[in-house]
């Protein structure tokens, strides 16, 4: 792919695209009730299942990916339900408020910034509490670069209760490995701007047939997001309401790319380069956040040295080396920066975000 002249953008997204990407996103726009449009959705949903490794119903939302969060809660969990929320981060705490919204009854098992959930606590959470609705969950905490063990948080939830499990796999899906049949994922939120190599605006979700049977009984109002018209319309190969035609067509690529190339391809990529991003910061003296066993494999989170302003040093690091980095949140704000390592990336551009990374810090503690 073609590298354009803008800026290195390492933010944990919206991700660069490449040249060949934006031009298929600047083509004219077609008829979203016609044919050709019918053809496109059919073809990405079929792909969509191929790289969840699911069978189970997907749908794309104009939206974004906390839009598909907010449809997986509404249109399972009602008002009064009892719902676990496994917190690592800003990511997870939103996911906890979508369900209050709901008026659910929310219980938050929250774990220290940089940890990802401990399967031992979350056991005895459930057998503390057999009537769970659902557990809700971040897969990978883009706040903190922390991966949460899914599969082994989808076995434990299956082995001790009955609850549904609807996971933000927003940061995570298409660049890290999920099983959503094999794991008994009941929706998965995930959105273009990501591992995608697609133009924000549009959510996906998958939608298992247990989801479906908590819809039926679901009292939560509901109508943007409510999935049984997307269900009707996919029927009819067409969106309930106006797509963002623009990322429909870069995402349909994005999705037959990584189709063609192979998911477990994909996966390994994208492994690859965040060892890379890995290493790289540690031959520089730097500290990784996360342990290694739970590192996210799209993005990566490093300490910056004690006493360092870590706003000072992200806006440096833009204006001097047009390099553009994430800067912490919440309670790390200041205390680390994060390089998007998702999608369209090669070496080189981590090379560059980590020499002007070195650079900085050199000047600023000098």
């Known amino acids: 792919m073609t590298q354009n002249s803008e800026p290195n953008l390492r933010i944990p997204g919206p991700v660069p695209l490449p040249e060949e990407v934006l031009q298929i996103s600047a083509k004219q726009m077609i008829n979203h009730r016609g044919p050709e449009y019918a053809d496109m959705l059919e073809r990405m949903s079929a792909n969509l299942r191929t790289v969840l490794m699911t069978k189970n119903d997907v749908y794309f939302i104009t939206s974004s990916g906390t839009g598909a969060m907010e449809t997986a809660v509404f249109n399972t969990v009602s008002p009064g339900d009892k719902v676990l929320a496994i917190i690592i981060g800003f990511f997870g705490i939103r996911f906890a408020e979508i369900a209050e919204a709901v008026g659910a009854d929310v219980t938050k098992l929250e774990f220290p910034l940089g940890q990802a959930a401990d399967i031992d606590v979350l056991r005895d959470a459930l057998r503390s509490e057999p009537d769970y609705k659902a557990v809700i969950l971040t897969h990978n905490e883009s706040s903190s670069a922390v991966s949460n063990p899914l599969e082994e948080i989808c076995k434990t939830v299956h082995d001790e209760s009955d609850a549904l499990i609807l996971v933000d796999a927003v940061s995570s899906a298409g660049g890290m490995p999920i099983a959503v049949d094999a794991w008994g994922i009941d929706a998965l939120a995930t959105a273009s701007q990501k591992s995608w190599v697609a133009p924000p605006g549009i959510a996906m979700i998958s939608f298992s047939q247990k989801a479906w049977q908590a819809y039926e009984t679901c009292t939560t109002p509901r109508y943007y997001y409510d999935i049984q018209q997307y269900e009707d319309f996919l029927q009819l190969g067409q969106p309930p309401f106006t797509p963002c035609e623009s990322a429909m067509f870069a995402l ?109 810090i050199k000047e600023m503690t000098a």
């Open 252 to 360: 349909e690529v994005g999705l037959q790319s990584m189709v063609d190339e192979g998911i477990e391809n994909v996966f390994s990529r994208h492994h690859e380069i965040a060892e890379h991003t890995r290493n790289g910061a540690e031959k520089l003296g730097l500290e990784i956040l996360p342990e290694r066993r739970y590192a996210s494999d799209t993005l990566t989170a490093i300490r910056l040295p004690e006493g360092l302003d870590g706003k000072a040093f992200v806006s440096k690091v833009t204006n001097d080396h047009n390099v553009v980095l994430g800067g912490g949140q919440g309670e790390l704000t200041g205390k680390i920066f994060r390089i998007g390592h998702m999608g369209w990336v090669e070496k080189d551009h981590i090379d560059e975000a980590l020499a002007a990374a070195e650079a900085t």
